[in-house]
């Protein structure tokens, strides 16, 4: 026992469980609904989580896009979803307190552009702004922004390295207090205190400085969820929160131990670096309610879909080529990202499922499922923060809005009555309540 | 008389009059401060006013920029001011029925980007986005993209227009209740009505589709300031505002004229174009008050920040070489946009003013001023309206919040008098207030 906080973010991600939509208390209106985005950031803020947190991809899912020249074709809800860039300074506007973040590829933007949108956010959030980078891991994206094929991972991992110095450089080109708006001399800032970037480097060439001042918080936020290793390497190296995919308290020990001794080789202190594994709570008032509850939801995803989800991640393989209810094949490498390819054969294997057990389970989401009574779900939280196998949680409910309330008026208490997550919060900027470097 | 009713815009600039933010009054705090952005628009809002609008620069300004090299250096306010995108979200969540436009460059973004956040904005606004398309136009922005100079004049409108022709592709890439959500069948949407765009033109290849169904408006507002000839027929094709630096009724009419015929011959409805001059309002109880007004906030331009802010349109002269009370000297030509340094010289010229006070003048921002009581700045816009001169206005103060109340409280309820500008919203959606085409 060590008595360490946990961080909670919540991760609200329309059409994760690609069966949960279609409960009857379901609103999947939440998909382009900003008035149900208010209303989860409000839940959000009320059980003081950190953050709440939104994905991108930058194209409609890979299963969907390669449908005209493919047998499978069921439309994926996951298709529906702005550039959640877009949201937080609405969000912004219906909270004061909770963290706002969203990923935005290094991969398709340019670094001066992407620095001070986020940098614009952390000015109308009042230092609550968080970007997790992201290099975008599918060819459907590539296919918008004028390639055929994706960049080879390592080149944009080193891309990425580059782009978010720059984007760094560029959020430190004014000092602190440099505006000073003086009426009496005329003088707007001061120019001592504004710095040219002059970055020359492979992938990028930008003088600078911003076009605003110091934001709240210097930098906004950087989240990544990298688990190769140059991106282990680039969130040792930059990242204040890393996301990531665990299912076993001993392998995500090792994988947090793994970014903090990296984090120290870069000269970090590596308190500093939060490790916050994926959970998709489904809570019950009982334990084995909950699991009926998993069962219910997983029915609801059509057999259609769950292959047609499952395609873009068979290397190639047709699944209708093989018998549904038979057993995995292996599954070829591709360039496109690894985490989700292993944890499917993970999940096959492990468990021996058929081909169409496992694209249904895939098809409830990947993250880690922690089923049961609010007290169960605590507990493995618990065990998992006394183990130092996390720092928190990112939190992923399956649907809106029951998914993310049982999480925040059920599990939350329990893990406040347990001392281990804040009850109120205690500092204004999401670096405040995460514990993170400040640059201020 | 036609009894047409104007349009109003209010395109909110702070820093635009470089003397006017000294007032003992006025809020220099607006350019980062999201509480100020909110007030304005609730006042463009409460006028009832088709929209409210913010420019860009993805770059400080340019006399600051080049001042490391150079003999002037005093602070430009126009170098602070957000990612005016990132604006638009927040003020969505304060008004109802305000249209909502920001410039976002072509030159220096991917279209797929910037068409997914606009139909962001138009969907989180419930129909009120509105895109401001440039290609811009200085050095300092483009060295804040890889690269030295900046692309050709006639390459970049060449770019523009197949870059808005891809935005209007993806926008499109969603029929009208494409999104269905079906939870008894399972069908989340009809993928009939989903489009690949797979545009392959000279300068983007964009497969498609967007990652959200038809937005609001079906296309957000495009608006554009083209005054060159390439930038006139992109504007003729494509724009459905035009706004316009004009001084004189007959050249502006000339100018809507011309426009409206070179929409004719592609094929629009010349009505459904809509030419806005903008204008700086400086409101007086009486004409001489607001004259008075005028001068008193124009010596508060200080000396070096006018000269500064004039330098980049010098043209490599450095006037700290000449008497300053002296005559302006001949500007020689240069890459850079020709329209500015056209205004200062006839500016210099037609009334016979001297370096410091053509800088003064320059200094004032670049729209007409029209200075006097209300009824006498009504008479003018009325006048223009009635000439055909334009099909309203964009309203550019001086500087927040009294710049914007004068107009909004003065002027505009005198407008409503003489039924030319609305008293109620009668429609919904920016293109409604515009009347411009709808695509819905």
């Known amino acids: 026992m060590?008595?360490?906080?946990?961080?909670?973010?919540?991760?609200?991600?329309?059409?994760?469980?690609?069966?949960?939509w279609r409960l009857p208390d379901a609103i999947p209106e939440v998909d382009l609904g900003i008035e149900h985005y208010v209303r989860a950031?409000?839940?959000?803020?009320?059980?003081?989580?950190?953050?709440?947190?939104?994905?991108?991809?930058?194209?409609?899912?890979?299963?969907?896009?390669?449908?005209?020249?493919?047998?499978?074709?069921?439309a994926n809800p996951r298709a529906m979803h702005f550039d959640p860039m877009m949201l937080l300074p609405a969000l912004a506007m219906a909270t004061t307190h909770l963290g706002l973040a969203a990923?935005?590829?290094?991969?398709?933007?340019?670094?001066?552009?992407?620095?001070?949108?986020?940098?614009?956010?952390?000015?109308?959030?009042?230092?609550?702004?968080?970007?997790?980078?992201?290099?975008?891991?599918?060819?459907?994206?590539a296919q918008n922004f004028g390639l055929?094929?994706?960049?080879?991972?390592?080149?944009?991992?080193?891309?990425?390295?580059?782009?978010?110095?720059?984007?760094?450089?560029?959020?430190?080109?004014?000092?602190?207090?440099?505006?000073?708006r003086d009426k009496k001399s005329g003088v707007y800032f001061d120019v001592e205190k504004m710095h040219f970037l002059k970055h020359e480097g492979?992938?990028?060439?930008?003088?600078?400085?911003?076009?605003?001042?110091?934001?709240?918080?210097?930098?906004?936020?950087?989240?990544?969820?990298?688990?190769?290793?140059?991106?282990?390497?680039?969130?040792?190296?930059?990242?204040?929160?890393?996301?990531?995919?665990?299912?076993?308290?001993?392998?995500?020990?090792a994988f947090r131990e793994d970014i903090r001794q990296r984090a120290v080789r870069f000269g970090r202190d590596p308190d500093k670096i939060k490790i916050l594994p994926g959970i998709t709570p489904i809570v019950g008032k009982t334990d084995q309610e909950a699991e009926d509850f998993r069962t219910r939801m997983r029915d609801l995803i059509p057999e259609?879909?769950?292959?047609?989800?499952?395609?873009?991640?068979?290397?190639?393989?047709?699944?209708?080529?093989?018998?549904?209810?038979?057993?995995?094949?292996?599954?070829?490498?591709?360039?496109a990202g690894k985490s989700h390819r292993d944890a499917i054969i993970n999940l096959a294997r492990g468990e021996n499922l058929s081909i169409l057990q496992t694209a249904r389970r895939f098809a409830e989401g990947s993250y880690m499922k922690l089923v049961g009574a609010p007290t169960t779900?605590?507990?493995?939280?618990?065990?998992?923060?006394?183990?130092?196998?996390?720092?928190?949680?990112?939190?992923?409910?399956?649907?809106f809005p029951q998914g993310t309330e049982d999480f925040v008026s059920q599990v939350v208490p329990e893990l406040q009555r347990r001392g281990i997550f804040r009850k109120e919060y205690t500092g204004k900027h999401l670096r405040d309540h995460l514990g993170v470097e400040k640059h201020t």
């Open 2 to 20: 060590n008595n360490r906080m946990m961080s909670l973010a919540l991760f609200l991600f329309p059409g994760q469980h690609l069966g949960a």
């Open 41 to 74: 950031a409000k839940l959000a803020e009320a059980a003081k989580l950190d953050a709440i947190f939104f994905e991108d991809q930058a194209a409609i899912p890979r299963s969907n896009n390669i449908m005209n020249g493919d047998t499978y074709g069921a």
């Open 103 to 141: 990923t935005s590829t290094a991969s398709f933007n340019e670094p001066y552009n992407l620095a001070r949108r986020f940098a614009s956010i952390d000015f109308i959030s009042n230092g609550r702004a968080g970007w997790n980078l992201v290099t975008s891991f599918n060819e459907s994206e």
């Open 148 to 180: 055929d094929a994706h960049l080879e991972h390592s080149l944009r991992y080193e891309r990425a390295s580059e782009f978010i110095d720059v984007v760094n450089g560029l959020w430190d080109s004014w000092d602190e207090g440099a505006v000073i």
């Open 202 to 253: 492979k992938f990028f060439k930008v003088r600078g400085p911003l076009t605003m001042g110091r934001s709240p918080q210097g930098r906004p936020v950087i989240f990544q969820a990298g688990s190769s290793e140059p991106g282990r390497e680039l969130a040792a190296r930059t990242a204040d929160v890393v996301f990531t995919l665990q299912t076993d308290m001993k392998a995500s020990r």
């Open 304 to 335: 259609e879909l769950a292959i047609t989800h499952l395609a873009p991640h068979s290397g190639g393989l047709n699944f209708r080529d093989y018998d549904l209810n038979g057993p995995m094949p292996d599954l070829p490498e591709t360039n």
């Open 377 to 399: 779900i605590a507990d493995t939280m618990q065990e998992w923060l006394d183990n130092d196998a996390c720092d928190g949680f990112l939190a992923v409910p399956t649907h």
